[in-house]
């Protein structure tokens, strides 16, 4: 049952069970599990949520009806599981998915293929699925694989909705939630004023800019950065909207209400940022706003800032055991 992983797996419930709910189903998904041992079963659990005739007529979560029985057998026709023969997925392999899959579901209102180590489609495999990910027939759902997304092709993650495992989410979760709680509003954001709009303008742009154009854009962003904030009280202020930007974003992708910035289009940062990196993102951006206030270069700052931000990857040890 998918609510069995509901305390263990968090955030990956909230993001599943919320879709389910709303009908906001994507048409595909590409699951980081991070070696996580419980990923496939909670993915088979969702898979069942979807399929299983009793879970929308008795709103139940069943996982021991017939379907989902064959669910668990692999003999449900409507679903259908693909992993490597030998050492990468072929593209025969696909290509006779496609075949089945371009008829209508008649055991279910929906159809889903599975692919395990998706980390394993090469170059051709890769290609011959892309468009059929991308434009899938109605009613058709990709559930993708993989341990690690760096091992995944990039054409496969951009057409992907991503969810990562965690190890420890729970703590994760925890801990996102007690770190958005330490942040507070150091001014009137809601104040009416179009001076104050202009400014939070101006950041959100140097943020979206970095976001986009990564790191052939350092000199661009920095001068950007240099020719809209100038004294230091300004880049203060200008780091304390970014932190509200990202703990929004963060707010969004744990399916929560944003706070700020409703006005604003956060969707593909939200959706090219996995939430670890959102937070990693947060977390740099409370790190470097410390800095500057100590600090006089901010020249220097900055540059490692935008680095730190395009990598999305930087922990500073101790800023997390301080919150
Ligand atoms: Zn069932």
Redesign the pocket.
């Known amino acids: 049952m998918l609510d069995d992983y509901k305390e263990e797996q968090k955030i990956v419930y909230q993001i599943l069970k919320n879709a389910i709910k709303k009908d906001r189903l994507s048409h595909a998904y590409l699951f980081e599990t991070k070696g996580n041992k419980n990923a496939y079963n909670m993915i088979i659990a969702f898979v069942?949520y979807i399929l299983?005739p009793?879970?929308k007529t008795l709103k139940t979560d069943?996982?021991?009806?017939t379907?989902?029985e064959k669910i668990d057998k692999n003999i449900f026709s409507e679903l259908k599981i693909i992993e490597p023969d030998g050492l990468w997925i072929k593209k025969e392999q696909l290509e006779e998915l496609q075949q089945e899959f371009s008829y209508k579901a008649v055991e279910a209102n929906k159809k889903i293929y599975i692919i395990k180590n998706a980390d394993r489609l090469n170059e051709s495999s890769a290609n011959s699925i892309l468009k059929f990910i991308e434009e899938p027939e109605a009613n058709v759902i990709a559930l993708l694989i993989a341990d690690n997304l760096y091992q995944v092709k990039d054409t496969i993650i951009s057409r992907c909705q991503i969810i990562n495992f965690n190890k420890n989410q729970n703590n994760e979760l925890d801990y996102i939630q007690k770190l958005q709680d330490t942040i507070k509003i150091p001014f009137d954001i809601t104040e009416d004023t179009d001076l104050l709009k202009e400014k939070i303008q101006n950041v959100i742009t140097f943020i979206n800019t970095i976001e986009n154009k990564k790191l052939d854009s350092i000199i661009y962003t920095n001068k950007l950065f240099h020719s809209i904030f100038k004294e230091k009280n300004e880049i203060i202020f200008a780091f304390d909207i970014i932190i509200l930007y990202y703990k929004d974003i963060i707010n969004e992708k744990i399916n929560q209400k944003k706070e700020f910035f409703n006005n604003y289009d956060t969707d593909d940062i939200k959706n090219n940022n996995t939430l670890e990196t959102l937070n990693n993102k947060l977390l740099i951006s409370i790190d470097t706003k410390d800095k500057i206030n100590y600090n006089a270069n901010t020249n220097l700052l900055i540059d490692k800032y935008i680095i730190d931000i395009v990598r999305g990857d930087k922990v500073e040890e101790d800023s997390w055991s301080n919150i």
Not at 62 to 65: E, M
Request: hydrophobic share 0%; proline share 0%.
């Open positions: 069942k299983c009793y879970n069943c996982g021991k009806c379907q989902c």
